[in-house]
């Protein structure tokens, strides 16, 4: 056995224990760490240089779609919370209290965060007065607290970061369009950037966000089979804007409540990311979110500082130049082959290995972490064949995980199919649905399974077949699955 | 009286009640309103667009140095901070405390981060165990509450964003060079982005950060001749390394405490911009910083739509295509004077009017916020132009504010004259200090006067003179103020 195969091993396989794999992955490749206090975690540099390029390249699609950025207090007053009951009692047992200030007892507890509308609403209130001040289009990036009973690293802690956008509109027509439009923004950035296909729909009333009039949500399958939401995009109709008074002046000089929006995707899509596209030997990760895309292992022989290094060193800093994100990587106490796991578990789409041959051939290898596919490569001209491999890598890496979406995604005759599905393969079980929730309960509670959204679009007309669980007429073709 | 005029008049004169000039400017250029908790602020879209600007640039700088970003919990429980009694002592006035969490009453209370020396220590203590895991050179973008009695916009509130390094190092010769290393990059930002030239410094003991060594700082002055204090450099030794256990075996395979460093700036700096170049007319924002750059003004006469606007419209999208921050504003319910006068409040640094002879002539009308300079400028070319005139007015800002400071730092002769000049006068009092604590606590009661820094570099070697106050030997040239 070789350093290198001792070295994976240290990994749970995949097939194994899915769950301690994740874990194992998110300690080893260092994107995460537990912080000394339960469900809190630390997010190390290696993961957040992937949330500063998620932050990126959401940004500016939220920017270029008409928003801007601003920020609102951390801590929002008991008494704002309780303006609005359903949105109180949706989240009151999730709420950290501050309860002192400095040597102070306070009067009035302050609550942490869990979600912004209470705060935001309120200013609102004040700054909203007529239609010309409408829209509203604000986003924020922030962190959020949410006291978690049961968490994991990146998909469910007590303190997570998020962007959160809050509209408010003149019409109810246009507040609705807002939110169809953020939820297939969150679509596109999700698929082309993490390499994710997601299904888009509506939530069931039961899942809906407290307070909401409609919520809608992208739902992905992670490699496991199970299902994670990844984003939501709210409806709120009139709801927050009754309660904290926002008001203006219509065209008709009439007063209006406000229509507004909710929406936020958050720290979950790196825990996403690692279960999509992860392998037995650890991370895979998109090339356009990838901290490094490509790192360049010197091969240590004979007088490789001489001969070898200064090549790999006028490499790296051609592809920097080129706006790659490129590491060297010529520790001395470490072998090749030692490297080439290490950075495959890692994640980096690309290696180029150069060794004194290739040198002389003025050529280098270039190993695909997605495929491992080997290729020489010409040094020169090499930036243009980096490029266009990882642009490759991206887009395998979503054709693979929207194969193996389409391979999970069943259609099913009755509810035994249903349960043994669930039971036997996972994956997303497509079955009308009555829309009563008593059906709803009664799936969930024998499978474990939950309406995860009902899709926007079908794929094909048809007409209502019987609801899978009461057999009576079906109202909406849902997509049912197990989730995180 | 034109409307122009009775708009600017809304404004109380810097000269006449500066501390109501301030807020004012802040509420009505919509940089930041007040949240309805006390103390507690709303950064609205055109102060937090500053704000990301300030981010972009000073990450630029801290990632080049070599630094990279991570995340760590906005909760340290309080035994954390017991662990350095100094630390906890010099933070628990000030400290918010969660005591619930869902339903249940905490066992430990959570401190809300007033700094994150120690927790980010007890990770490192974790991830440090070798030479080779050194430097460790982290710095995060975090969001921070201090319970405050007094508070301003920016300048003080409960909670505010800052970036705070912490850096690790192997001998004390590096942690040293880090601090002063990161004390020059804030200055070079400062002076460079924000046009506000700084002092560099030492703080005296008292005035050191809980915990430090040695405490450096970067000091401006504002426009009413008070200090501020605009960023801290600490070294802080192997204080918190011995407390947090942060131990590495060295290159002898000995066991040694990590050298550590940690240093910030804030949102304060959007508020010391204000108080540095704003004027009766309002703010002056610096062009590197401001969310726009320059705004354009079509000329509502005549035919205007069918002449004026398509060219302004022409003219927005070269500038934007050029990569300028630019704004056009043609809204119908306000006259361009209106405009003139709303823009140049909002402190935008370039002004450019088109009217209809301005289109028939093939020119615009170029207007500096800072020196309100008109100049004819030919549409053809414009835009280096434009860029030319921001990089004048970035100049011409920074160097207004270095006489402003220049003839506001004075040397004297003794501590009558000391006295005689903050009370008629305030700025930098330049005078020789015996270092003994006596002696800076008697000047602090009886002038409100505090030793800002005492400068890295004299601008001349000296011999020392008497202490301002005993009259024994002086030790260090001090830089006193009145400050924020």
């Not at 009151?92 to 965060?113: H, I, N, S, Y």
């Not at 997601?198 to 949500?217: L, M």
């Not at 980096?386 to 099913?412: I, P």
């Amino acid at each position: 056995m070789d350093k290198e195969e001792r070295f994976v091993k240290q990994i749970t396989p995949k097939s194994e224990d899915f769950s301690r794999w994740y874990l194992e992955i998110i300690r080893k490749t260092e994107m995460a760490d537990y912080a000394p206090m339960k469900g809190i975690m630390v997010i190390r540099p290696y993961g957040y240089a992937i949330w500063e390029n998620i932050q990126r390249l959401l940004d500016n699609r939220i920017k270029e779609a008409g928003h801007v950025n601003a920020y609102f207090p951390l801590f929002i007053p008991e008494s704002f919370l309780q303006k609005e009951m359903e949105h109180l009692e949706g989240f009151a047992p999730e709420v950290a209290w501050v309860t002192q200030g400095g040597q102070e007892q306070l009067e009035e507890r302050l609550a942490v965060r869990p979600t912004s509308e209470a705060i935001i609403g309120s200013m609102y209130a004040k700054w909203i007065q007529s239609y010309r001040d409408l829209p509203v289009l604000i986003n924020q990036w922030a962190n959020i607290v949410r006291w978690e009973k049961v968490t994991r690293p990146f998909l469910r802690t007590t303190e997570f970061l998020w962007q959160e956008g809050h509209t408010a509109h003149e019409t109810e027509e246009e507040a609705q369009a807002e939110t169809i439009r953020v939820l297939s923004m969150y679509k596109e950035f999700v698929e082309t950037e993490l390499a994710i296909p997601v299904i888009e729909g509506r939530k069931s009333p039961r899942q809906r966000f407290p307070g909401a009039k409609e919520t809608y949500a992208i739902e992905a399958l992670m490699s496991d089979g199970k299902a994670l939401q990844m984003g939501t995009s709210h409806n709120l109709g009139q709801h927050f804007s009754k309660v904290f008074d926002i008001r203006f002046e219509d065209r008709e000089q009439k007063q209006q409540y406000a229509w507004q929006t909710s929406w936020g995707v958050s720290t979950r899509l790196i825990g996403a990311l690692v279960m999509a596209h992860g392998d037995d030997s650890g991370l895979r990760i998109p090339p356009q979110v990838a901290p490094i895309q490509a790192v360049i292992i010197p091969i240590s022989l004979g007088n490789w500082k001489e001969s070898v290094l200064p090549v790999a060193l006028g490499l790296e800093n051609e592809l920097l130049q080129a706006g790659l994100r490129v590491k060297i990587d010529a520790r001395e106490e470490f072998t090749p082959g030692w490297k080439f796991s290490e950075w495959e578990m890692r994640g980096v789409p690309l290696r180029l290995e150069v060794g004194p041959k290739d040198v002389k051939a003025g050529r280098a290898v270039l190993v695909r972490r997605d495929t491992s596919k080997k290729e020489f490569a010409a040094l020169t001209g090499l930036k243009e064949q980096v490029r266009k491999t990882l642009q490759e890598v991206q887009s395998s890496l979503f054709d693979q995980a929207l194969k193996f979406q389409r391979e999970n995604t069943r259609r099913v005759a009755d509810y035994a199919e249903f349960k043994e599905v669930i039971e036997s393969k996972r994956g997303f079980v497509v079955a009308w649905w009555c829309g009563d929730e008593a059906c709803e309960d009664r799936i969930k509670e024998e499978t474990m399974t939950t309406i995860r959204v009902i899709p926007l679009k079908l794929e094909a007309k048809e007409s209502p077949g019987a609801c899978i669980t009461c057999g009576k007429k079906g109202r909406e073709l849902a997509y049912f699955a197990r989730a995180y």
